[in-house]
């Protein structure tokens, strides 16, 4: 694909491709100043930029720091009309900033003044942009300020600040939509209909940025947002910013909050608690019935989703919230050993985990738990994503002794 990409598809004739000498990222970057030149770019500037210079550009590789000026320069209000291009100008900018990072952009002043400005561009469009452009500015962000790119950690905090304040408020900062959503998702409940772009840019930075990090960072465990904040993100109506929460509250399980973070989730908890227990009785029910009609009628019976419960609707999220409560049981019972009082949260992670296991196979076969969601369920009840350390070992402990007993309380 990248070498399609670079010679490009030529116009059919014969031969012609042969002839033609392959563009080389110089060129090709001098195709980029031009055409984003009012005087010299011609009536078709936008085009050739999204189907010939751009796409050409990504397949070559990571273009040169000189090219962040004029990257930036497309991203200003009605700079740039072709959304395509648009696109293919953030991910480029997303790797120079990853790739050349604080080392190669700061190798003389022009090159300094661009990044800085670049920089300063995305963090503005982070916090005033919709939809897309909002996810994919903070995307580029993230990566700036892994690379140690100077100025982009406080950009990227800038630019996200807002939502999780909105978050921890008890609000979904949903936003306006971009010029990329489209306009029947937008009208018949599509993808984006449910899209929390602001939610999703925020929460998706936070994780990216924690991504790979020792325990105990301080730097990435302040990045993790508040329970409070962690507790209304996990039911927000889009998926993926209900994911990244997900995953947020696993690592913050690990941390020194994670009692409040219990208190903040237990009514969460506590709604899949209930749900699935009444599933499981409906299977159960059925099972004992037998092959008759009524089984099967009471075997499909589905019972609705409770109110306040967390959005799972994506493929990764109901692992995640399994290990999530096998985390928070797993700590609330060591803190119990060691003289604490019983937690209401833990008896509800435990519900919802043991429910989870009766649904896969038995007498609830025919269900749709999934063998990957079944693990999930087996590692949270014996502890395995409790933090490392001498806390961890008592929370693990504490969650074996639990399951030699028959029970957590």
């Known amino acids: 694909v990248q070498s399609w990409l670079a010679k490009g598809q030529g116009d059919g004739k014969k031969g012609e491709d042969a002839s033609r000498p392959v563009e080389t990222v110089e ?84 090159v300094k003044a661009a990044t800085s400005q670049c920089i300063k561009t995305l963090g503005e469009e982070a916090n005033i942009r919709a939809g897309v452009r909002r996810m994919l500015a903070t995307r580029a962000l993230v990566a700036a300020a892994r690379a140690g790119v100077p100025e982009a950690a406080g950009a990227l905090h800038r630019g996200t600040v807002g939502a999780i304040e909105s978050l921890s408020a008890g609000e979904h900062p949903r936003g306006k939509s971009s010029m990329f959503d489209s306009k029947t998702g937008k009208t018949e409940g599509g993808d984006a209909a449910h899209t929390d772009a602001a939610a999703r840019a925020a929460l998706g930075a936070r994780r990216r940025f924690i991504a790979g990090s020792e325990e105990g960072d301080k730097k990435a465990d302040s990045a993790i947002p508040s329970p409070s904040a962690l507790a209304t993100a996990v039911t927000s109506p889009d998926h993926v910013a209900a994911r990244h929460a997900l995953s947020l509250a696993l690592a913050a399980a690990k941390g020194r909050r994670y009692k409040e973070l219990a208190i903040a989730l237990e009514p969460v908890i506590g709604a899949v608690a209930k749900r699935m227990e009444a599933r499981v009785a409906n299977l159960e029910a059925a099972a004992a019935a037998g092959d008759s009609k009524e089984a099967k009628a009471m075997a499909r019976k589905s019972e609705g989703k409770q109110k306040g419960e967390p959005n799972l609707d994506d493929p990764g999220a109901e692992p995640l919230f399994l290990r999530l409560c096998g985390a928070l049981r797993a700590r609330l019972l ?66 074996w002794q639990a399951i030699v007993r028959g029970g957590g309380e």
């Open 27 to 110: 060129h090709l970057e001098r195709d980029l100043v031009d055409l984003n030149d009012a005087e010299l770019a011609p009536k078709n500037a936008s085009k050739d930029l999204a189907t010939r210079v751009l796409p050409r550009l990504c397949a070559h590789g990571v273009p040169g720091p000189n090219t962040l000026e004029v990257l930036t320069r497309m991203l200003a209000e009605g700079a740039c009309p072709e959304r395509f291009a648009l696109r293919y100008a953030y991910y480029l900018m997303h790797r120079i900033l990853e790739h050349y990072g604080r080392a190669g952009l700061g190798t003389n002043e022009t």
């Open 334 to 399: 060591g803190a119990a050993e060691r003289g604490g009082a019983p937690h209401d949260c833990a008896r509800a992670c435990e519900k919802v985990l043991a429910a989870e296991l009766k649904t896969y196979g038995g007498a609830a076969a025919g269900s749709e738990s999934s063998p990957r969601v079944a693990m999930a369920a087996c590692a949270g009840l014996f502890g395995s994503d409790a933090p490392s350390g001498a806390d961890g070992a008592k929370a693990r402990a504490a969650a």
